[in-house]
């Protein structure tokens, strides 16, 4: 099995190696998943999980404009007894790319965005834990920047397989305004 993978990537870069990267106005459209704050892979206290789904495009200067929506639960435990937090976030970005092999086949990019959302605490048993306590957390409107790394890898033409990380800084929450986010995807280029 990992000699057909390694197979089937392999002939997938060769047959790539004149394709055309980072040229002005290729687009992209990426769907990503990952850990966020922690890297518990199950429900505990501060782990939390995110999906996004990304638009791009190349400008004149080789750099790309990001614009999508990411959406993401954390855990956190009182007495045993979990909270969900979830955020649905939306981004734009500005990321430019400063380390990257001859064929642009590999590419890292540091990016600086913004990004506005909502923030929903859910409330277990109606806002009320077993012991009595009450959770005096409102949901909120969010706003505030991200800085963000992407490395790309192209597997084939049309498909980049990404790792990505972002820091956010979201004023505005009752729980915490800094999140960071690290998880992997694949980016299509709708126009290669």
């Known amino acids: 099995m990992k000699k057909g993978m390694l197979g089937l990537l392999f002939s997938c870069a060769v047959l790539n190696l004149g394709a055309q990267r980072l040229y002005t106005g290729e687009r992209h459209i990426s769907a990503s ?19 996004s789904l990304y638009c791009s495009w190349i400008n004149k200067k080789k750099n790309w404009w990001l ?30 790319p400063f380390i990257k092999n001859y064929r642009k086949n590999w590419v890292i990019s540091f990016g ?41 890898l192209y597997l084939c033409n049309n498909l980049i397989w990404t ?15 800094l999140h960071w986010n690290f998880g992997t995807g694949f980016k299509f280029s709708i126009n290669n």
């Open 33 to 51: 998943i990952g850990l966020q704050d922690n890297f518990f892979l199950q429900k505990k206290d501060n782990a939390g999980f995110f999906a």
């Open 67 to 96: 614009l999508g929506a990411n959406a993401s639960i954390k855990y956190y435990e009182y007495r045993g007894e979990y909270v969900p937090v979830s955020q649905y976030v939306a981004d734009i970005g500005y990321y430019m």
């Open 112 to 152: 600086l965005g913004a990004n506005a959302g909502y923030e929903v605490i859910g409330f277990p048993n109606g806002g009320v834990f077993k012991n009595g306590a009450s959770i005096a957390a409102k949901n909120r409107w969010l706003y505030g920047g991200c800085i963000g790394l992407e490395n790309e």
């Open 163 to 177: 790792l990505h990380f972002k820091e956010r800084y979201l004023s505005g929450s009752d729980i915490t305004p």
